[in-house]
Each structure stands twice: as C-alpha cells, then as structure tokens.
C-alpha cells in the first residue's frame, strides 16, 4: 500500500511517502531490513515560487536592454538625419553661391588651354588705377576680388603692397610686393587640399606692336612656397575669408613701372595664371 501526504510551507513541499509492504506485522521495525516495512520522508523545494522570481529578471534584463538597443537605434538614425540635413544645406550653399558668383562675375574668367604647353589654365587680369597705388601708403595693402578657377573649384584672390611691406627688410621697399593666395569657398569641403597647383604672377607690358616684355614670378605650392619643408598653410584649406599669400617681394621695382607700357590708360595690369594640369 503506498500513501503520500503533501504540506507545503514558505515555498516548500514537504512530501511524505510511506511504504507499507504486505508482512505479518503490518507495523515498521525500528531498522527496517530490506524487504521490509519502510518509512520514507523525503523534502525537496517547490516549483513556482523561485523559477517565476527568476524568469520576472530575466525579462526585466530582456526588456532593459532592448531599451537600450532602441534609444541607441534612435540616436544613430538621428546623427543620419542631421548628416542628411547638413549635407542638404550644404548643397543649398552651393547652389546659392554659384548663383551669386556667376552674377557678380566671379566666373567670368574661365579655364582655357595654353598654348604653349597644352595644358589647362585660369586666366585672370587685375586692372589697378595709379592713382590707386600712389594713394597707399608703407604697409598698406590692396586685394583684388576673389575669383573662382573653375567650376566647382578653389577661390583665389590676389594681393600686393604699393609701397612695400613694412615687416620685410628695408632694401624690399622699393618694391611693389605681388602675391595670390586660397581663398574660403564654398565647394571646399569637396576640393583636394591642400591647393598644389602652379601658378605665375605677370605684371603685362600693354604693348600693342612689337614684343611685350612682361614682368613674370612663377610659385609652387610644393618648392618655392613652403614652410619648414612642408607646403605652407596658406594653401591649406581656409578658414579664414583671405589667407595668406605666396609671391615676391620683389616682384617690381616701383619706378620700373613707368618704363615702357606698363601703364597704359592710367592703369597697370597684374595677372594670374593657374596651371589646372
């Protein structure tokens, strides 16, 4: 005969099993032999109670953590949206400023071929009145207007010192100081930089027979404008409407300008001439 009683308390059962077997003496001994009445109590802890607490944490951790997936979900899809947004206003910047570029001139002068070399260049003329440069004075300086070389390209900008810049050695006073430079533009974020393109500074002899004999400085970015070995800053990307500049100080003596045509029509002509290949 087999009797099972069950009480359960604080969480646990409390089973007891007691085993008669079919003896003459119905009765257990005090240590039963095999075969034998027995009496046996067994406890073992209840299912439920513990196993429902455990599975609660584990869904809390569930759901904590698939929190934490979302919100960083959301602020990775928001950091996008605001990549997007940039980017749209950027393209917007663009297309306002070359809308204002083409209007106010700032493309007119666009790339064409070199003779000489076959090769591609911006050309731009400075037209300067004398009576502009006679009314500086030492250390003075007078910029062009910045100018885009191409399409979608750099800005540049050329600039120069009448009557000499007055943080360089006397003997260079004499000189007017001629030099082109990057300006801040809108297409930078999509340019190459630094700006490594050779360009020449050309003071024109307006001679209309005979020969010409221009006044001419060649720069490169990568030699004869560096800076410890290193292409100067000015040819890094800008952050700064005008940067600096990269020239001669001794481009031309002052009263070299009114040798042969230099002048012509109360005005002298500076050039900028950008080799694109």
């Known amino acids: 005969m087999m009797m099972n009683w069950c009480l359960q ?4 059962v409390f089973v007891v099993i007691v085993h008669l077997a079919h003896t003459a003496d119905p009765l257990p001994s005090e240590y039963p032999e095999e075969g034998q009445n027995e009496l046996v109590f067994t406890i073992r802890e209840a299912p439920g109670d513990a196993e429902a607490d455990q599975d609660s944490v ?9 929190l934490q997936n979302l919100e960083k979900g959301l ?3 928001t950091r996008r949206l605001e990549g997007l947004e940039s980017r749209f206003e950027a393209l917007e910047a663009m297309k306002d400023e070359t809308a204002r570029a083409l209007s106010s001139g700032e493309f007119d002068n666009l790339v064409d071929f070199d003779v000489a070399t076959g090769k591609r260049v911006f050309v731009y003329d400075w037209k300067i009145p004398m009576e502009t440069l006679e009314n500086y004075t030492l250390g003075e300086k007078l910029y062009s207007e910045r100018f885009y070389i191409a399409l979608n390209g750099y800005r540049m900008f050329m600039f120069m010192y009448p009557t000499g810049d007055a943080s360089r050695p006397s ?3 004499s000189y007017v100081n001629v030099y082109a430079g990057i300006a801040r533009g809108v297409y930078d974020n999509y340019l190459l930089w630094p700006f ?3 360009f020449h500074l050309i003071l024109l002899d307006q001679t209309e027979d005979g020969d010409p004999v221009n006044i001419e400085y060649a720069a490169d970015p990568r030699t004869t404008c560096k800076d ?3 292409i100067g800053e000015i040819f890094k990307k800008p952050t ?3 940067g600096g500049g990269c020239g001669s100080s001794a481009f031309v003596q002052r009263s070299e300008l009114f040798t042969r045509n230099y002048i012509k029509d109360g005005h002298i002509t500076l050039r900028l ?4 290949d």
């Open 9 to 12: 308390c604080s969480g646990f």
């Open 240 to 242: 700064a409407p005008f």
């Open 196 to 198: 490594v393109h050779k």
């Open 75 to 77: 602020q990775d899809l």
């Open 273 to 276: 001439k950008v080799f694109l």
């Open 171 to 173: 003997v260079f006073l």
């Open 58 to 66: 584990n869904r809390s951790d569930y759901t904590q953590q698939w």
């Open 228 to 230: 410890d070995g290193e």
